[in-house]
């Protein structure tokens, strides 16, 4: 062979020698690439797993503050009766002044003083309504009784009691 014929080979051998390198660089760097970027996951695939990890039923347990709030009320309804307000005493005048005062005395929620002008309407009604609207609690035009005064540990007599004491001691 002829030297001009090796000299080209070498050259040629060597241009072949760097294009076969470019292109397991390129290929590597396809691959190192491929690995980095998450795979796509078909739609069908994601719904099947979706409905596989479904739950089986639904459980509906109502309007669960309702009833949280109901049974709250009822078990402090319990404890209240289960104690006894100032000390059972059947005294209008202790029941009132710790705690028919607070309302009674200055009118407040349109609660009628101790001023017999104000108790008119009230009185004619009878001595039973009365006594019934403070045990149950009313709520009329000129104002509200909430039940038992607000304390629902008094008893059905102390209520009464109290009601009486201020109907004597109307001025």
């Known amino acids: ?42 739609e069908s695939v994601t719904r099947q797993r979706l409905e596989r990890i479904a739950p089986v039923a639904d459980v509906y347990a109502g309007s669960t503050g309702a009833a949280a709030q109901a049974a709250a009320s009822v078990a402090a309804a319990a404890q209240a009766a289960s104690q006894v307000a100032y000390g059972g005493t059947l005294d209008g005048a202790v029941i009132y002044k710790n705690l028919c005062a607070g309302c009674h005395t200055s009118g407040a929620g349109g609660a009628p003083t101790l001023v017999r002008a104000q108790w008119t309407a009230r009185l004619g009604q009878g001595t039973d309504t009365l006594h019934r609207h403070a045990i149950e609690g009313f709520t009329g035009a000129a104002g509200v009784m909430p039940a038992r005064g607000g304390n629902p540990a008094l008893s059905d007599e102390q209520v009464v009691a109290s009601v009486d004491w201020m109907i004597e001691n109307l001025q």
Request: neutral net charge; hydrophobic residues 55%; proline residues 5%.
């Open 1 to 42: 062979m002829r030297n001009y014929d090796l000299d080209f080979l070498k050259k040629f051998s060597l241009v072949i020698l760097f294009l076969i390198v470019v292109t397991g660089g390129l290929i590597g760097l396809a691959w190192w690439l491929h690995g980095t970027i998450p795979a796509q996951e078909p």
